[in-house]
């Protein structure tokens, strides 16, 4: 029946065609709600959930925590900065003590690939994941997903390009598995250092020349460039990187047909978008994040709906 | 067992254009009323009443909307049914309205508490008023009662009632199921 084939959200990789329809159909609820006067609902007021960051977060911990508030939860917030995580304990012990606090949901950020899946196998609680890594980021490809839907009325035969730095990015491979599962085709595009060797193993086409990929698409999804994560040089300079793979006015006056711009934020305004595109109509950037909202509230109660009384 | 038809088609039609009547002599001209169904099958006879009123009087300009109750539902993780939700569609302000609060089947009356916690999300209403279709009476588990009733029924708890609807089963009647079925 309807109701999700997981028990935590670990990754988009772990969930159905069916899932994702399910977890839209639900955010096209919490989307009216949250367009209402009161923009609240009680269901989820017996439900304490822990928002761990282990690392750093705007856009998805505000996002995170005001579903959860919309939905009458009880939240804590913690951040690793400032933890005991500093002075040696381990993941599954920070955890635990949480939850001895009769914990029921974590959402939780952390820099390690898989740190959800382990964590998962060990403590006693819903686990969804707000990012882990380089690996997934389940909740933004749903909303990203859910924006495309939203524009075009459906995913399915929709082309998608993903620019930018792909190697690091864990909103890339977490789009592509939503994607695919909708039944949209998927390109990446960026510089070959940037792209990793394995992509074509996922099935999604490879493109060095931004031009020739917008004119192949109907979405530009643009990404960051994550210097953080970036050991070593991986191109020239910021400014080689602007010319090839930002994206500008000129790039999409230069189409035959109108695409729609995503960017999963924060945006580097002049770097990977000019601030004209990024204000523009044809960018629905700002739309994602209230759709961000509506999506998260969704999967919370989909997931709250299996915790055991 | 059969389900017994305790509502056959023409005492359908008739209660219904009873319920209309009913509500014009409360509401008369109906300027400040609203209806409101509750999702799913008082949306089918809020329609319903909706339709009639309008034959009754082709200059009604009377409000409808629906309301789903999914999310102020007090059996939440209590049941193992998956509660999925249904759209609500309420495009005016409720605020200081008078609200006609509509559903098929009045039974242990916590529908319509979380109809009424749902509906207040849209604003304080002067006045709200309930329409049922049936009312299986000394079933409540709270203490709410119907203003306008179209037929009260006596049954036992593992019986059920169920409202069909020719917009959907292809037939308006009312079926009751007795605990073998």
Redesign the interface.
């Known amino acids: 029946?309807?109701?999700l084939s997981v028990n935590h959200i670990l990754g988009i990789k772990d969930l159905t065609k069916a899932d994702i329809d399910?977890i839209f159909?639900?955010a096209?609820?919490f989307k009216?709600?949250i367009n209402?006067?009161?923009k609240?609902?009680?269901?989820l007021r017996?439900i304490t959930i822990a928002n761990l960051f282990f690392e750093n977060s705007t856009r998805t911990k505000l996002s995170f925590e005001l579903a959860e508030k919309r939905?009458s939860a009880d939240v804590i917030n913690f951040a690793s900065a400032s933890s005991s995580v500093k002075k040696g304990e381990t993941l599954v012990d920070t955890v635990n003590n949480i939850l001895s606090m009769k914990v029921d949901m974590v959402v939780m950020r952390h820099p390690n690939p898989g740190a959800h899946q382990f964590l998962s196998r060990n403590i006693d609680a819903r686990i969804i994941n707000a990012g882990d890594g380089a690996h997934e980021h389940p909740t933004q490809a749903l909303l990203d997903a859910f924006s495309i839907r939203e524009n075009f009325g459906e995913v399915q035969g929709k082309k998608v390009v993903i620019v930018g730095d792909i190697l690091h990015s864990r909103v890339a491979l977490s789009n592509i598995y939503a994607l695919q599962k909708q039944g949209a085709e998927v390109m990446v595009c960026g510089p070959a250092t940037l792209i990793p060797k394995f992509i074509g193993s996922l099935g999604v086409k490879v493109e060095h020349n931004l031009q020739k990929a917008l004119d192949w698409c109907d979405v530009a999804n643009m990404l960051r460039i994550q210097l953080e994560r970036q050991d070593s040089k991986f191109f020239p300079s910021i400014r080689e990187y602007t010319m090839q793979y930002g994206l500008t006015m000129r790039h999409l006056n230069n189409l035959k047909k109108e695409i729609i711009v995503m960017h999963p934020g924060p945006i580097n305004r002049g770097v990977e978008i000019t601030s004209e595109v990024a204000d523009s109509g044809q960018s629905i950037i700002l739309n994602q994040v209230e759709n961000g909202v509506a999506v998260r509230m969704a999967v919370l109660?989909l997931i709250?709906?299996k915790?055991?009384? | 067992m059969q389900p017994r038809e305790i509502i056959n088609t023409i005492e359908f039609n008739l209660i219904i254009k009873r319920l209309a009547f009913e509500l014009i002599e409360n509401h008369t001209d109906f300027e400040n009323t609203v209806l409101i169904g509750l999702q799913s099958k008082g949306v089918f006879l809020a329609k319903r009443l909706h339709q009639v009123l309008t034959e009754i009087n082709p200059d009604l300009n009377l409000d409808i909307g629906f309301l789903?109750i999914?999310?102020?539902?007090d059996d939440?993780?209590?049941t193992d049914?998956?509660?999925?939700?249904?759209?609500?569609n309420i495009d005016f302000m409720v605020e200081g309205k008078k609200v006609i609060l509509i559903d098929d089947v009045l039974f242990t009356g916590r529908t319509i508490r979380s109809g009424l916690?749902?509906m207040?999300?849209?604003?304080r209403p002067s006045l709200v008023e309930l329409l049922v279709f049936v009312d299986r009476r000394y079933k409540r588990h709270l203490p709410i009662q119907p203003t306008y009733v179209g037929k009260v029924v006596d049954s036992i708890t593992s019986e059920k009632v169920n409202v069909k609807w020719q917009e959907v089963e292809g037939e308006d009647k009312v079926l009751m199921y007795s605990s073998e079925n």
């Open positions: 029946m309807e109701t399910l159909s639900t096209d609820e009216d709600v209402r006067p009161i609240k609902v009680p269901t017996d939905l109660y709250a709906s915790i055991n009384r | 789903d999914t999310f102020f539902r939440f993780r209590r049914k998956p509660l999925v939700a249904n759209e609500t916690d749902a207040l999300a849209f604003g």
